[in-house]
């Protein structure tokens, strides 16, 4: 069955440092996410991207956070300076068409745990 | 703004029946979701409910929606220690674009 991996599932950073999160969707998607749930909290929605470009960024997602698709099958999220507040699980997802519509199943992967001390 | 409740923790014995419970703010939600996580894994939506319908039935799950009191709820008949993990109740939001995700419910199944 097809899923959606991510790389690496623990990143331990120090604050200040810039971090690239991993993710390799399913390959016939065209959509693909980025969310993060903070240690007891809500699972956030981050940004989405669609024909290589972001097609919605929620507040969360500032300038220090960018996403690319360096190539055919990867998906990245970058945080250039991490701080504390940026600890998380953060979670990519993909879909074939537009998250919240008819039979718009999004897979996520397993999650990567960030840790920023 | 568009925001989704839920109760944290849930314990059952196995075999009974579990009901988690979920409120949500943004009537005009199209379709909400339940998704799952097991532990070291991602999110597996489970089910999904159009909002014009009232009850979604799949096999052991029954999904019931009260919108006008922006209820949702999931009911697992006959519970299985397999079924413990963290359900996530989520609605699309206004654009339909993107998730609104609660905060989880962690189920527990005792034997």
């Known amino acids: 069955e097809p899923e959606v991996t991510q790389t690496p599932s623990h990143q331990v950073t120090q604050m200040g440092q810039e971090v690239i999160l991993r993710c390799v969707p399913i390959?016939?998607?065209?959509?693909f996410y980025w969310y993060r749930q903070i240690l007891g909290q809500k699972v956030e929605f981050l940004v989405s991207?669609?024909?290589?470009?972001?097609?919605?960024k929620s507040e969360i997602f500032d300038d220090q956070f960018s996403v690319e698709r360096p190539d055919g099958s990867n998906f990245t999220l970058k945080i250039r300076s991490t701080k504390l507040e940026d600890s998380a699980m953060y979670f990519c997802a993909s879909s074939e068409r537009s998250q919240g519509g008819l039979n718009t199943e999004a897979f996520f992967g397993q999650g990567t745990r960030l840790t920023v001390v | 703004g568009e925001d989704v409740e839920q109760s944290l923790f849930l314990s059952v014995r196995e075999g009974d029946s579990s009901v988690i419970n979920c409120t949500y703010t943004?009537?005009?939600?199209?379709?909400l979701y339940w998704y799952k996580q097991e532990p070291g894994a991602g999110l597996q939506l489970l089910t999904y409910i159009f909002s014009n319908m009232d009850m979604k039935q799949d096999q052991r799950l029954t999904v019931l929606l009260n919108k006008k009191d922006k209820h949702l709820s999931l009911r697992i008949a006959d519970t299985q220690t397999g079924d413990s993990a963290i359900y996530f109740c989520?609605?699309?939001?206004?654009?339909?674009?993107?998730?609104?995700f609660g905060k989880g419910t962690t189920l527990s199944v005792s034997s």
């Open positions: 390959s016939n998607h065209l959509y």
């Open positions: 943004d009537s005009s939600s199209t379709y």
């Open positions: 991207f669609y024909n290589n470009e972001i097609s919605e």
């Open positions: 989520a609605e699309s939001n206004k654009a339909g674009t993107a998730l609104i």
